[in-house]
């Protein structure tokens, strides 16, 4: 009896994670329909090069704000944004995150706070499979959509095993609200 009482738990629960998993496209068919236009640029910080392109970008767009998660030095970054003629108040410096999962998820109650639905993601070409399995999940999972821009890089692309650790963890968060971050 308490063997076929776990099996139906566990595929109770594998029921629930995938219908909620599959909900996410519709999450995100939504956004994109409310939405169509980006709102906002959400640049992943840990290279000059990103915010560099971040700050060209946003010469297109006056009217988006920018959010840099865990970039450049303070000092270092507002000279990037000051350069490019961006002033203070339409870019945001986030220094929360400690790896690309938390990127996501210590800026996602901001995004909702302004209602953005929508946002250009910006990272680095070698880094960007990853940060898109992991906003489809974290930005998804609350109706956001993204439209990648990739910044060029001579660095080898990630593992596999690195997307599907973060997409782990990415699940756990959504589930938990916990990233896993002292598992690694």
């Known amino acids: 009896m308490h063997r076929k009482f776990k099996k139906y738990w566990i595929l109770a629960v594998v029921s629930l994670s995938l219908t909620f998993i599959l909900f ?3 999450r995100l068919a939504i956004a994109f329909h409310q939405a169509p236009r980006p709102q906002a640029i959400l640049t992943l910080g840990a ?3 990103r915010e560099e392109f971040s700050a060209e970008l946003a010469q297109w767009y006056p009217k ?3 959010w ?10 507002r000279k990037i944004f000051h350069d490019a003629g961006i002033p203070d108040r339409r870019f945001h410096l986030d220094y929360r ?5 938390t990127n996501f998820t210590t800026l996602v109650s ?40 990739s910044v060029p890089s001579d660095k080898p692309k990630e593992s596999r095993l690195r997307i599907l650790r973060d997409i782990a963890r990415s699940l756990l968060w959504i589930v938990t609200g916990h990233t896993g971050t002292n598992f690694y």
């Open 47 to 49: 290279w000059i090069d």
């Open 97 to 101: 995150a400690v790896d690309t999962v």
């Open 110 to 149: 901001d995004f909702k706070e302004h209602n953005i639905q929508h946002l250009f993601l910006i990272t680095s070409n070698n880094h960007m499979p990853r940060a898109k399995a992991i906003a489809f999940l974290v930005l998804g999972s609350q109706g956001i959509a993204f439209t990648p821009l």
């Open 68 to 77: 840099v998660s865990s970039g450049s030095p303070p000092q270092m970054a």
């Open 64 to 66: 988006l704000e920018i």
């Open 24 to 26: 996410i496209p519709v």
